[in-house]
């Protein structure tokens, strides 16, 4: 095991990294965006040869219904916004019997997007009329044609269903992965509580036995009556401890021992014999931290080393190396684990993202005690879990 001295901590270490997919969603949107705005002046400069009026209605109504998509409030209020500009464009045009061969492309492919995003994120005593208003006036676009054709009229119908389909899918994947973080979270808070059972047991245990001891030899008669007080507070709180961690733990196994420094160590020299291929894994360890951490300290460190060289073995498994440190910052401790992220972009592992669930259980344990758990990407290629716990409370 390698040593190390201590080191200051990087100050944007403490943030955490940007939501991946929620970056991503908004470039995708962005893409969407400047495509509807090369697409309104190609069907301004189409609809232009026409001569009609009715093509300026339709033309005005794609550009107002595009304004929509962007984020300027919220979505419930941008579907009204839409919903009420192309039923307003579809009303006067047929009214005013314009029947033209020209649906409104930019317009249609708005209200789909915006059909998509309703299905998709909006509480659902909005959603379902918003998604119905949203769906007719989408599929009322080629109505606006006399002569369209039947076949035209199904498969826009069609392509609405599909866009439908795809929000509510993205509806109940978020809606599984919000039950399954809450499931992580609530499965690190019992593992936790086991654990501080089993630190607070052992110094209860040891102060009761000590007010025991001293009981005994005492003279004074009302200092041992307090000390027999004592004595018998520790032992109830001995037992409505153990009382409660059965309730929290009856469908568990036996819990194992609570993990040091040294299991730490294994956990690395493990990772690095798993086989021919597997990156060089090295530990450093602050000299500072020599003396020991306290158990539920080196327990939690434990579990994030643990995770973070799964997280790895999963994300990476092309990388060449990967650095363990624990290092001492005032009255912090820092648990890095850091790979040189080799196999090229990592996908998105941060603990609140679409990732593994490890990290979202690790950060509930971090947060638990006073600390906070990052993850994202490192200036240099690579890819960092870092945990700040805090020494003293």
Not at 74 to 88: E, F, H, I, K
Request: aromatic residues 4%.
């Amino acid at each position: 095991m390698k040593r190390m001295t201590a080191t200051p901590v990087p100050a944007g270490a403490l943030h955490h990294s940007p939501h991946a997919s929620r970056v991503a969603f908004f470039r995708r949107r962005g893409r969407l965006v400047a495509a509807l705005c090369a697409l309104w002046p190609a069907e301004g400069w189409l609809l232009s040869g026409g001569g009609h009026h009715a093509h300026l209605v339709v033309w005005i109504a794609g550009l107002l219904v595009a304004a929509c998509v962007a984020p300027w409030a919220d979505l419930t209020g941008r579907a009204v916004a839409a919903v009420g500009v192309s039923w307003s464009a579809t009303g006067y045009l047929l009214a005013a019997g314009e029947h033209l061969p020209v649906w409104g492309l930019t317009e249609s492919t708005a209200l789909l997007f915006l059909l998509a995003l309703v299905a998709w994120r909006t509480p659902a005593r909005a959603a379902v009329p918003l998604g119905i208003a949203l769906s007719a006036g989408a599929l009322a676009a080629p109505l606006r044609d006399a002569d369209v054709a039947s076949t035209t009229v199904v498969a826009y119908a069609v392509v609405v269903a599909a866009v439908t389909a795809s929000g509510l899918c993205l509806r109940h994947r978020d809606a599984e992965r919000a039950r399954a973080v809450a499931a992580a979270r609530e499965a690190e808070r019992l593992e936790l509580a086991g654990e501080l059972h089993d630190v607070v047991s052992h110094h209860v245990a040891a102060m009761t036995l000590l007010a025991k001891a001293t009981g005994s030899v005492a003279h004074d008669a009302r200092a041992a009556a307090s000390l027999r007080t004592i004595e018998a507070a520790g032992d109830e709180a001995m037992t409505s401890a153990r009382r409660l961690l059965r309730v929290l733990h009856q469908d568990r196994a036996r819990r194992a021992p609570l993990p040091g420094l040294d299991r730490i160590a294994e956990l690395v020299e493990d990772f690095g014999r798993r086989g021919p291929g597997a990156p060089r894994a090295t530990l450093r360890v602050d000299p500072r931290l020599d003396a020991g951490l306290a158990p539920e300290l080196a327990a939690s460190a434990h579990r994030i080393v643990a995770e973070a060289l799964a997280n790895v073995a999963r994300h990476s498994p092309r990388a060449s190396a990967v650095r363990v440190s624990l290092r001492g910052a005032g009255p912090r401790l820092l648990v890095s684990v850091r790979d040189d992220g080799r196999a090229g972009p990592h996908p998105a592992r941060g603990p609140a993202d679409g990732g593994g669930l490890g990290l979202v259980g690790l950060t509930e344990r971090a947060d638990a005690i006073g600390g906070s758990l990052t993850a994202g990407p490192v200036p240099g290629g690579g890819w960092e879990v870092l945990a700040v716990l805090p020494v003293r409370c």
